[in-house]
């Protein structure tokens, strides 16, 4: 397995050890750009709700816990928004660190490399962050990455860490397919490269991304429309789904919390923007459905199976909007928990809202209630 290093998650202030290890097993691979971080400590600073992308290059280190060395501050909102405390001493933001709760200590050292992290508490893997690269500008080439239970899955894992398809020497399908999507589909023109397991990994390490992001907004004569105008969602800048709502048209999405391929949060982003250029509420003609626990297209620990196109049409043809569709688990998934009832069901949720338990039998969807 290969793991390439990168940051963490959290809530609120996050100090936990955490290790990350990188073996090489794929014959003619040099791993040797593949760094080992021994342990150290981490820290999140600013939005309390940043999970990674722009959010994680506020993520930092400290080389050792800094617990013991931290106090915690009364009136520090006060202290916070002017630098000046009640007794009018003031806080020298170069020399300390205060964190959201009003805890005060020495500040880690930041910011955090691109890559991705493992970052455990006593003794489980409790998340992982991806922090990605920036252009000269400070601008992030994508999304943030949002922590589900579905990342302790077998599809997770095929597509980040490694993956047992034979000919793919161990590596993921992002080092695989992913290379060679961003190779021969998003970048304009086309690029030319050798298609083995270290010709798809050379690829990616020589992308320079002040270099070569451009290249996926480019056209050509040959190629006049962009990658990320035909394989992003419709006016994907600025979504407003005009042409489809004056037809009366309706359209249903969902997307799986742990997908490995294409993160939820770029689709929570393009569905918000879309409620926002149809004053605050799309529902009336579009509906947005992520499936907790669930994988790229399926599987993970999830209820990944639902009649979404049934609920399209009863909308489109009988005038009855979906409420809250009844998803089940399929028995044959692998991911499924030990604990889990084969017959358990759950109701899907439009965006912005979640199942939140009511009482009764947990393994139904009756239990719940989407609020």
Known sequence: MNIRLVPS????????GFVVLATGHASGVDFSQFRR????????????????????????????????????LDHYPQLKATGVAPAQWKFDASDWWLEEHGLIM?????PLAAG???VTGDREVTSVLTVFPKDKSGKALYTSWPYDAGLGSDGWRTWKLESPIPGF?????????????LAQVFTTPPTKLDGTPNGLVTFLRQF??????????ATTKEFPVAAMDFMAPTDWRNPKLAELKAAAGKIIVYHGAADGAFSLQATIDWYEKVRANNGGDASGFARFYPVPGMTHCGGGPSTDRADLFGALVDWVEHG???DSPVATVRADNRDLPEGWSKTRTRPLCDWPKVARYQGGDVESAASFRCE
């Open 106 to 110: 020495e500040k880690p050292t930041f």
């Open 169 to 181: 020497e161990g590596l993921p399908l992002i080092a695989t397919l992913g290379a060679g999507s």
């Open 37 to 72: 971080i021994e342990p150290q400590f981490i820290a999140a600073l600013g939005d309390a709700s940043a999970k990674g992308g722009n959010g994680a290059q506020s993520w930092g280190f400290w080389d050792k816990d800094p617990g013991p060395r931290a106090c915690k």
């Open 9 to 16: 998650v959290s809530r609120w202030l996050l100090s936990v």
């Open 320 to 322: 009855k909007a979906p």
């Open 208 to 217: 320079n991304v002040d270099r070569d992001a451009g290249k996926i907004l």
């Open 116 to 118: 991705k992290y493992l």
